[in-house]
């Protein structure tokens, strides 16, 4: 997908209008006011409303309802009339315009104003297909969300999570994709087999997943673009809870032993080579990378009872990081590398946490009936997981964020499960 952009006006230099501590446990949304796009059909609105949504989603922004509006913008390379917007109380404004190109596509234009300095912070124009609306919307959210919070946003991205359809006994499990926010959903697989875990590849392209389609589990890729699947490789027994290192050359999963036990290995994609890790009589699953490709952090039963530890990406050092009562899995490095998410089960619920890659500070930041299975946003400021309510009937899709609030729905056609955030599109 193309979409072409380009910078207008001036721009000041960087830096974050809202300061964002995750350990406060509250951040107060900055109010933002959010113009329709001038535009001779609907696609000004329709562009504005997602940005909207985006930042209001996020938590961190606090749009402001457009019939508080004094002024009505007829001309958005004019400087607006700053008073009429700080006397609403709007810290930031967004305004813009959608034209139609001779040859089909989109220009759409727009400009973020500071509106108490009564200064431009951003301006782009973008190229794109009609079709491709929504995306350009996302991408400037996210440089929205950049210039106001000084971190990369996360908007521009997809999730890939299993569809769920059916009786609870008899569930038809598909590989499904969508936009961030629940947008554009698809599927890339047809149900015949069940699938369970699909990861995305750093390259953006590519998802690694678990099949039962040949009367085992077994590790798959498949390409986006083309649909074209290939088997891992050929193991004698199941392999499971597969995962890209950070430069997409391998995949790391556990594979079952015939005494019951798994342990961890590491295929090369290009070799086809496999190097083992762990040995032990044991369980050893769930591996993740840090986002540097140095250490990999996984769950064991090696102690009893399942919980975290974490070793070199060679298998070196392994040592256990998780005390806490109950047991641990699911874990996953966030992408900045400052902390591992984990599903935790105790007292009888399930909980949704992080703790740093040592293992102190841990916190959890949900807790519930079961709830599974986190995956970071790119920007490693949002988690997404999915939890089933009792009586429910299936499970759905969650996010929130670091300060254990603003936690959203994702709305899918079905049940939903598995997912997997993929990093930001190019």
Known sequence: MTVAAAGIGGMLPAHAVLEIDVNKGVVEPLPIAIAEFLSADNAGADIA??????LRRSGLFAPIDKAA????????????RFSDWTVINAQALVIGRVTQETDGRLKVVYRL???????????????TDRAKWRRVAHIIADSIYERLTGEKGYFDTRIVYVDETGPKNERVKRLAIMDQDGANQRHLTDGRAIVLTPRFSPNRQEITYMSYENGRPQVYLLQLETGQRELVANFPNMTFAPRFSPDGQKVIMSLLRDDGNSNIFTLDLRS????RLTNTNSIDTSPSYSPDGSRIVFTSDRGGRAQLYAMGADGSNQQRISFGDGTYSTPVWSPRGDLIAFTKQTGGEFQIGVMRPDGSGERILSNGFLQEGPTWAPNGRVIMFFSENAGAGGPRLHTIDLTGRNKQTIETPSFASDPAWSPLLE
Not at 69 to 80: G, L, V
Not at 113 to 127: I, K, P
Not at 272 to 275: A, K, P
Request: charged fraction near 20%; glycine fraction near 6%.
């Open 113 to 127: 104003w500071d509106t108490y300095a009564g200064q431009q912070l951003v301006g782009e124009q973008f190229f």
């Open 49 to 54: 409303a997602v940005v909207t949504a985006d």
């Open 272 to 275: 086809r080579n496999t190097t």
């Open 69 to 80: 509006f004094i002024e009505k913008t007829s001309n958005p390379d004019a400087a607006p």
